[in-house]
C-alpha cells in the first residue's frame, strides 16, 4: 500500500524551488554591470562611495538581527543590494561618512523598523536617499564630471570629510543634464545620456546598461515587466505630448527616458515586491503614477529630478491600489480586502 501525505494550505502556493536568496543573488548580478561601468565613469570616488554604503547596510542588517537575538538574514543577499542601489544613487564624490549613515538609515529605519525582508512599506535605498538629502542638500546634489583622465589615480577631497564638518569640493565639479535642463535650458545629446557619457549620480548615467540589467531579471522571470514598461510608457507619453505641444519649452520623450535616475527606478527600485502591487493591473497602475509624477516634478516643481520621491508616493499607496483593483473572487459579492 503506498503512503502519500497529501499537505493542505492557503495561498500562495510555490509551484518553482526558488528562494528569496535565488532571487535577491540574481538582482545582484543584474546590478553588478551597472556597479562596473559607474567605477569605469567616476574611477574610486564611486567605488568608495558605493562600498562604504555597502557595508554600512551589511553591518547594520546584521548588528540588529544579534541584538534582537534572531539568525542574521545578511546572506539573503537583501542588504547587500540595499547598499548597492543606495550607493548608485549617491553623487559620486560623497562623503564616505555620509554614505555610511545613509547605509545605517537604510537599514535600521527603512527596513527594520517595519519588521525586515518582507514589511517594509517603502523602498529602504530611497529612504535613506530622502533622508539624506533633506540632512545634507548641498553634498547630494553636488556632482562631479564622468570620464576624467585621473579618475583612477585621484581621489575628490569631498570623500575623506570629517564627520560634521563641512565638505570642501573640487572646483571641476559640474551639473547633471537633468540641472542644466532645468536651470539653463541645456539639453543634452540623447546618444550621451544612453551610453553613460554625463555626470550625474555613480550609478544613473548609462541607461543601456541599467536595461540589460532589467531584461536578464524579466527574462529569469525574477521580475514583472509591468512595472518598468508602466513607468517608462508613461513618463515617455506624458513627455511626448508635451513636446508635440512646444518643443521650445519641453525636451523630448528620450532626453527625460534617459535622464537622470528614471531608468534606474524603473528597474531595480520601482520593481521592489514588498512595496509594489501584488496584482497586474495593480502593476500598471502603480507604475502609471510613477512615471506621471516623474515628470510633472520635473517640468513644473523647483527640483530638477523626480523619481526618488514619485517611487516613495507609489509605494504610499501601494496597498490602496490592490484594494482598488483586487477581482472578485467567485461567488462572492465582496472585493477581497487587501491587508
Given at each position: ?61 546584521h548588528?540588529l ?41 537604510s ?98 548615467t ?73 496584482t ?31 517611487i ?5 499607496i ?22
Open positions: 500500500m503506498i503512503k502519500k501525505t497529501l499537505n493542505i494550505s492557503s495561498s500562495p502556493h510555490i509551484y518553482k524551488r526558488r528562494s528569496t536568496g535565488d532571487i535577491m543573488r540574481n538582482v545582484v548580478w543584474a546590478l553588478l554591470p551597472v556597479v562596473f561601468f559607474s567605477v569605469y565613469s567616476f574611477g574610486l570616488n564611486a567605488l568608495l562611495v558605493i562600498a562604504t554604503a555597502t557595508l554600512a547596510s551589511v553591518l547594520t542588517e548588528f538581527c544579534k541584538l534582537s537575538k534572531k539568525e542574521s538574514t545578511v546572506h539573503d543577499y537583501s542588504a547587500v543590494i540595499t547598499g548597492l542601489l543606495l550607493g548608485l544613487t549617491l553623487p559620486p564624490s560623497f562623503p564616505l561618512w555620509m554614505a555610511f549613515v545613509g547605509g545605517v538609515i537599514i535600521a529605519l527603512g527596513k527594520y523598523i517595519f519588521g525586515g525582508l518582507g514589511y517594509n512599506v517603502f523602498n529602504p535605498a530611497l529612504v535613506a536617499r530622502a533622508v539624506l538629502q533633506a540632512a545634507f542638500p548641498v553634498a547630494i546634489t553636488t556632482w562631479h564630471p564622468a570620464l576624467l583622465p585621473d579618475r583612477f589615480s585621484t581621489i575628490a577631497q569631498s570623500i575623506f570629510t570629517m564627520p560634521f564638518m563641512q565638505p570642501q569640493f573640487d572646483a571641476i565639479s559640474g551639473a547633471t543634464p537633468l540641472t542644466a535642463f532645468k536651470f539653463d535650458g541645456i539639453v543634452a545629446p540623447t546618444i550621451e545620456l544612453a551610453f553613460g557619457q554625463t555626470s550625474g549620480s555613480t550609478g544613473e548609462c541607461a543601456v546598461i541599467i536595461a540589460l540589467g532589467g531584461i536578464y531579471l524579466i527574462s529569469r522571470k525574477m521580475m514583472s515587466w509591468r512595472t518598468p514598461l508602466a513607468v517608462l510608457l508613461s513618463a515617455f507619453i506624458l513627455s511626448g505630448i508635451l513636446y508635440l505641444s512646444n518643443s521650445e519649452i519641453y525636451p523630448s520623450p528620450f532626453f527625460m527616458l534617459f535622464s537622470g535616475g528614471l531608468m534606474l527606478g524603473a528597474v531595480f527600485m520601482a520593481t521592489d515586491m514588498v512595496s509594489s502591487p501584488l497586474p493591473l495593480g502593476l500598471w497602475i502603480y507604475g502609471g503614477i510613477i512615471g506621471i509624477l516623474t515628470i510633472v516634478i520635473r517640468i513644473w516643481s523647483g527640483l530638477p529630478e523626480g523619481v526618488m520621491y514619485s516613495l508616493l507609489a509605494n504610499a501601494s496597498p490602496h491600489i490592490d484594494n482598488l483593483v483586487r477581482n472578485r473572487v467567485y461567488g462572492t459579492n465582496k472585493k477581497i480586502k487587501v491587508t
